[in-house]
């Protein structure tokens, strides 16, 4: 019986001699896990928006020749298509945005208001893949309801780069009063409305509308937030985009 007992002490002498994992080493992996863990979620999103100019504030500058026996002035309306970045810190949020705004304005006649009104000095425009190349950046604030829907607003800044131009018909003129800028302008008689001449006439172009190859771009924004448990979100958002605008903004969010 001495031989048994004597191997048994030994075998447990070894199983206490092998090093066995601590609650402290655990722990500090389990610490060392969660500092790599982001205290924040990021978005990719796809975006798309109408913009357009209210014909009451137009109406301050040009006249709309409503019931006139002149053709109607056109909508400034556009959309834009494009893609944004957000980083979502608690209720910050970062939005980093580049989009293309395509016109959807057509050729129309402008007219400018005079006192007295004169319906025949205005100018027909015709948009010639005209629209703009859209970057910026918005700050957000997110005001939690519960965690999947919030109500959000916040301003930015971008710029928007011209594509295209704006070719324009000016009134007819009288070569003999020296005052032509082009020489497009003399086809027709003088005083001819810029519409007989580009519709009627057939007159060629007196060159594009002047406008600045670089403008800045204002945002105010107004919206809601839908939250698909952290791997997916919703934006449905109106504001100011230079233009007013209404739109959304679909992705996914890690």
Not at 165 to 173: D, R
Not at 221 to 232: E, Q, S, T
Request: net charge negative; aromatic share 10%; proline share 5%.
């Amino acid at each position: 019986m001495t031989l048994p007992l004597l191997m048994l002490a030994l075998h447990t002498a070894r199983a206490e001699d092998v090093p066995v994992a601590s609650d402290a080493a655990t722990e500090s992996t389990t610490a060392i896990s969660a500092q790599k863990k982001r205290n924040y979620l990021m978005e990719v999103n796809f975006r798309g928006r109408y913009l357009f100019v209210p014909d009451s504030l137009l109406d301050i500058w040009y006249e709309s020749h409503a019931g006139e026996a002149v053709i109607d002035r056109p909508k400034i309306e556009a959309y834009s298509l494009g893609l944004d970045f957000v980083v979502r810190d608690k209720q910050a949020n970062g939005i980093f945005y580049a989009e293309y705004v395509s016109s959807l304005i057509k050729p129309g006649y402008w007219d400018d208001r005079d006192n007295p009104p004169d319906y025949e000095d205005g100018s027909w425009i015709e948009p010639e893949m005209f629209g703009l190349v859209l970057i910026g950046a918005n700050y957000a604030y997110e005001i939690k309801a519960n965690n999947w829907f919030s109500v959000m607003v916040g301003a930015g800044l971008g710029i928007g780069i011209k594509t295209g131009q704006l070719v324009e018909w000016e009134p007819g003129e009288d070569p003999s009063d020296g005052n032509s800028d082009n020489i497009d302008v003399e086809c027709g008689t003088a005083g001819s409305p810029a519409y007989a001449r580009a519709l009627e006439l057939g007159c060629g172009d007196d060159g594009a509308v002047k406008v600045p190859s670089v403008i800045p771009v204002v945002d105010v924004n107004l919206g809601i937030r839908f939250n698909i448990n952290d791997h997916a979100s919703i934006r449905l958002e109106g504001g100011l985009h230079d233009l007013i605008y209404g739109g959304a903004a679909v992705g996914i969010t890690f």
